[in-house]
């Protein structure tokens, strides 16, 4: 059961139903222990239904079923200015192209030019290992 169609059930509707959900738990509970049950998510999905309706009759209990989360508030100085106050309206298109400045420059400066060699970029940095390289000591002979 959604929640959509359970904040639509009446206080009533919303009882029988979780005396409905809690027999058909029952009776899954005891189907496990005695047959094979077919689908074995079910009573999972029923306790998720239980506890849904739980969670609402209580909100009811409370006064304060969920609503939908209201919308933000645009800035107060961009309703101002479209209300027409002429500082604030300047204010906020000064701060819109700074905005905007700041985004185009972030944008310019992810794209990185090729790093250029030089002969210090070649060369090896200061403190970088020598390869050894394989040969014969030279032995002094003593005579």
Do not use: C, W, Y
């Amino acid at each position: 059961m959604k929640g959509s169609e359970v904040h639509k059930l009446t206080d009533e509707e919303l009882k029988t139903e979780l005396a409905r959900l809690r027999n058909d738990l029952f009776d899954m509970r005891t189907q496990s222990i005695t047959e094979k049950v077919e689908d074995s998510s079910r009573p999972s999905k029923l306790r998720k239904d239980i506890a849904r309706l739980l969670t609402i009759q209580r909100a009811r209990v409370l006064g304060n079923e969920k609503a939908p989360k209201p919308r933000r508030k645009a800035p107060r100085r961009h309703r101002l200015a479209e209300k027409g106050h002429t500082k604030v309206a300047k204010k906020a298109k000064k701060t819109a192209k700074k905005v905007a400045k700041k985004t185009a420059k972030k944008a310019s400066s992810r794209v990185r030019p090729a790093k250029k060699t030089t002969a210090k970029a070649a060369a090896p940095k200061h403190g970088a290992r020598k390869k050894k390289v394989a040969g014969k000591k030279k032995v002094a002979k003593k005579s």
